[in-house]
C-alpha cells in the first residue's frame, strides 16, 4: 500500500523542477547575448562591465541593439 505525497513534498518537487528549467533557459540566453555581443563587437567581458556599473537591462539591450545597427550598417552593400 503507498501513502500520498503531503503537499509540500509536491510543491518542493515541482519548485525545484522549474528552479531546474529556469537554470537551463538563463544558461541558454546567457550564450546568445554572449554570441550576439560579440558579432557586434562587444566582448562577454565589456557586457559584465557595462551590467556591473549599475546599466539596467534595458538600456544594455538598447546599447546592444544600436550596436547591432551600426554593424549592420557597415556590412550594407552601397
Request: aromatic content about 6%; proline content about 4%; glycine content about 2%.
Amino acid at each position: 500500500m503507498t501513502t500520498a505525497q503531503s503537499p509540500n513534498l509536491a510543491d518542493d518537487s515541482q519548485s525545484t523542477a522549474f528552479a531546474e528549467k529556469d537554470e537551463i533557459l538563463l544558461e541558454r540566453v546567457a550564450e546568445k547575448l554572449v554570441r550576439f555581443g560579440q558579432q557586434v563587437g562587444v566582448t562577454p567581458e565589456e557586457m559584465i562591465s557595462l551590467l556591473d556599473s549599475d546599466t539596467s537591462i534595458h538600456d544594455f539591450f538598447v546599447f546592444l541593439a544600436s550596436k547591432s545597427s551600426r554593424a549592420a550598417s557597415r556590412r550594407a552593400p552601397r
